[in-house]
């Protein structure tokens, strides 16, 4: 007997609504994790997913995939490639691993929410595929890891960094907790799905993978191309709830979630991204800047999917377009100066031909950050390493979890963004984040940064060797150093500011 197209039968079988005999609707969906908007039924049956897909031809998609990532790496692996890789590349790949293997976990726990408690069928029916998808992607992502442990320590904070307390999880940790662990189904869906997936991950795995591509490491450019095709599947769980909340008067609660969620990961992203695309890899490599792929993916893609599900742009869009320009280079001096407290090699990376790159990719770069970088490079060269670190903590900010730098390179706006709460005095880096933090200011206010802990007694004795034994820094491996052992400026005996 002939079997039915998918279109016959589709829609019948993932309409899974049912009338509850046993318990009340309400027990059975409480309101707080399923749907707090108060939406009928009838609309959440409305629900129609873009990207639809069986069972059967899932798993057959998902083998072919990890058939072919696991092949790649095999062959590479007899290839010696990581042996003879740059070490500031590398540096990419702990930094990668450690950031997002475990969270990949976290994120199907979201899924798992939704595929529990979302009201519509459809929604349910793909967020189940969806921690499908996040077990996969954080399973390949720690045995990738795990093949270079033998190579170098640092790769084993891919399975440590998520349990430990040092400073750059604590900061990574922040957002994804606030976005996809805390919140009802629907909600966590916009955050997740629509303003994370579908707003940055594609900076995150197509501007990587090509750049992976470039220097040859067809690997770890082969495995984020296979996690991004599901992201983009499971990306658009999302859509038609922003639609259904629009259509039922909710479109401000909508607007206020993506608000929230695009900017508490764009900061981590910036990081995670901007700092590797535009001073770890390769100058003879790089595919673009940052600041390109985000124009790509976020200024022109991003804002042409927010006015089609009926969206307006962030009120803070002015901003974000000026941190694309200056806050990960702020953040790549900050993480460099305390490099001993991370579980990566960061590299200065700094020659002449960077130099004139970054200011051909962010006109005024050698005006600003360029300035920063010519002191370290004096140092270095008078033999006093020692300069080159920074002293005492970081100042943190209380939202995004990062350090609070210049902007622009040139101007000191600390205490510009500082409130009292309830007795305590609250530090932000920018408008947006003291902004993120008054929408709700009871799920942040009791949160203890970095600092706080030194304050507060939970770090004790509070001493420099102590802080970084409670960051794993000599426990877990050690810290960090120089990638290139200070090459990219020994290598020129600078002129500096040769012009003036």
């Given at each position: 007997?002939?079997?039915?197209?998918?279109?016959?039968?589709y829609?019948?079988?993932?309409?899974?609504?049912?009338?509850?005999?046993?318990?009340?609707?309400?027990?059975?969906?409480?309101?707080?994790?399923?749907?707090?908007?108060?939406?009928?039924?009838?609309?959440?049956?409305?629900?129609?997913e873009?990207?639809?897909?069986?069972?059967?031809?899932?798993?057959s998609?998902?083998?072919?995939?990890?058939?072919?990532?696991?092949?790649v790496?095999s062959?590479?692996?007899?290839?010696?490639?990581?042996?003879?890789?740059?070490?500031?590349y590398?540096?990419?790949?702990?930094?990668?691993?450690?950031?997002?293997?475990?969270?990949?976990?976290?994120?199907?726990?979201?899924?798992?929410?939704m595929?529990?408690?979302?009201?519509?069928?459809g929604?349910?029916?793909?967020?189940?595929?969806?921690?499908?998808?996040?077990?996969?992607?954080?399973?390949?992502?720690?045995?990738?890891?795990?093949?270079?442990?033998?190579?170098?320590?640092?790769?084993?904070?891919?399975?440590?960094?998520?349990?430990?307390?040092?400073?750059?999880?604590?900061?990574?940790?922040?957002?994804?907790?606030?976005?996809?662990?805390t919140?009802?189904?629907?909600?966590?869906?916009?955050?997740?799905?629509?303003?994370?997936?579908?707003?940055?991950?594609?900076?995150?795995?197509?501007?990587?993978?090509?750049?992976?591509?470039?220097?040859?490491?067809?690997?770890?450019s082969?495995?984020?191309?296979?996690?991004?095709?599901?992201?983009?599947?499971?990306?658009?769980?999302?859509?038609?709830?922003?639609?259904?909340?629009?259509?039922?008067?909710?479109?401000?609660?909508?607007?206020?979630?993506?608000?929230?969620?695009?900017?508490?990961?764009w900061?981590?992203?910036?990081?995670?991204?901007?700092?590797?695309?535009?001073?770890?890899?390769?100058l003879?490599?790089r595919?673009?800047?940052?600041?390109?792929?985000m124009q790509?993916?976020?200024?022109?893609?991003?804002?042409?999917?927010?006015?089609?599900?009926g969206?307006?742009?962030?009120?803070?869009?002015?901003?974000?377009?000026?941190?694309?320009?200056?806050y990960?280079?702020?953040?790549?001096?900050?993480?460099?100066?305390?490099?001993?407290?991370?579980?990566?090699n960061?590299?200065?990376?700094?020659?002449?031909?960077?130099?004139?790159?970054?200011?051909?990719?962010?006109?005024?770069w050698?005006?600003?950050?360029?300035?920063?970088?010519?002191?370290?490079?004096?140092?270095?060269?008078?033999?006093?390493?020692?300069?080159?670190?920074?002293?005492g903590?970081p100042a943190?900010?209380?939202?995004?979890?990062?350090?609070?730098?210049?902007?622009?390179?040139?101007?000191?706006?600390?205490?510009?963004?500082?409130k009292?709460?309830?007795?305590?005095?609250?530090?932000?880096?920018?408008?947006?984040?003291?902004?993120?933090?008054?929408?709700?200011?009871?799920?942040?206010d009791?949160?203890?940064?970095?600092?706080?802990?030194?304050?507060?007694?939970?770090?004790?004795?509070?001493?420099?060797?102590?802080?970084?034994?409670?960051?794993g820094?000599?426990?877990?491996?050690?810290?960090?150093?120089?990638?290139?052992?200070?090459?990219?400026?020994?290598?020129?005996?600078?002129?500096?500011?040769?012009?003036?």
């Amino acid at each position: 007997m002939a079997m039915l197209e998918r279109a016959e039968w589709y829609d019948l079988a993932r309409t899974t609504n049912w009338t509850p005999t046993y318990v009340s609707e309400a027990e059975m969906f409480p309101p707080e994790m399923g749907d707090p908007y108060g939406i009928p039924v009838s609309e959440w049956e409305t629900y129609d997913e873009p990207y639809k897909v069986t069972y059967r031809e899932y798993v057959s998609i998902q083998r072919e995939k990890d058939s072919g990532a696991y092949s790649v790496r095999s062959a590479l692996q007899r290839s010696k490639y990581y042996e003879k890789a740059d070490p500031a590349y590398l540096s990419l790949l702990k930094l990668h691993y450690a950031a997002i293997a475990l969270s990949e976990y976290q994120t199907g726990q979201a899924c798992a929410r939704m595929a529990r408690f979302g009201r519509a069928p459809g929604m349910r029916n793909m967020a189940t595929f969806g921690v499908l998808d996040e077990l996969r992607h954080g399973q390949i992502q720690l045995s990738f890891a795990h093949q270079l442990t033998p190579l170098d320590r640092q790769f084993d904070w891919a399975q440590q960094s998520q349990r430990s307390n040092n400073w750059a999880a604590i900061g990574g940790r922040h957002p994804l907790d606030d976005v996809m662990m805390t919140r009802d189904a629907v909600t966590t869906s916009i955050m997740l799905n629509f303003a994370f997936e579908t707003g940055l991950t594609n900076v995150q795995m197509i501007g990587l993978s090509a750049d992976a591509a470039n220097i040859g490491d067809f690997t770890f450019s082969n495995l984020i191309t296979s996690i991004q095709s599901d992201e983009a599947r499971h990306a658009q769980i999302a859509t038609p709830l922003i639609e259904i909340l629009i259509r039922n008067g909710h479109k401000a609660e909508a607007q206020k979630s993506v608000d929230i969620a695009f900017w508490r990961i764009w900061k981590t992203f910036a990081l995670l991204t901007g700092i590797p695309m535009d001073y770890w890899f390769p100058l003879e490599k790089r595919d673009q800047s940052f600041k390109e792929y985000m124009q790509e993916f976020v200024l022109v893609q991003f804002e042409r999917q927010l006015k089609d599900v009926g969206l307006d742009l962030p009120w803070y869009w002015d901003h974000l377009k000026h941190e694309i320009d200056t806050y990960h280079h702020t953040q790549q001096a900050g993480i460099w100066s305390w490099r001993h407290t991370i579980w990566w090699n960061p590299t200065g990376g700094l020659g002449a031909a960077e130099r004139g790159w970054l200011e051909e990719k962010y006109p005024g770069w050698n005006d600003t950050f360029g300035r920063y970088w010519d002191v370290i490079i004096d140092n270095v060269n008078k033999g006093e390493e020692e300069k080159t670190y920074a002293i005492g903590t970081p100042a943190i900010c209380c939202m995004c979890q990062q350090t609070i730098a210049t902007r622009g390179g040139s101007v000191w706006e600390a205490r510009v963004h500082q409130k009292e709460h309830k007795g305590r005095r609250y530090n932000f880096c920018s408008p947006v984040c003291e902004w993120v933090f008054d929408q709700e200011p009871e799920r942040y206010d009791d949160f203890e940064n970095m600092n706080d802990r030194l304050y507060s007694g939970t770090i004790d004795p509070p001493t420099p060797e102590n802080l970084l034994r409670y960051m794993g820094i000599g426990v877990i491996s050690e810290g960090g150093k120089d990638a290139h052992d200070y090459r990219w400026a020994t290598e020129q005996i600078p002129k500096l500011r040769a012009a003036e």
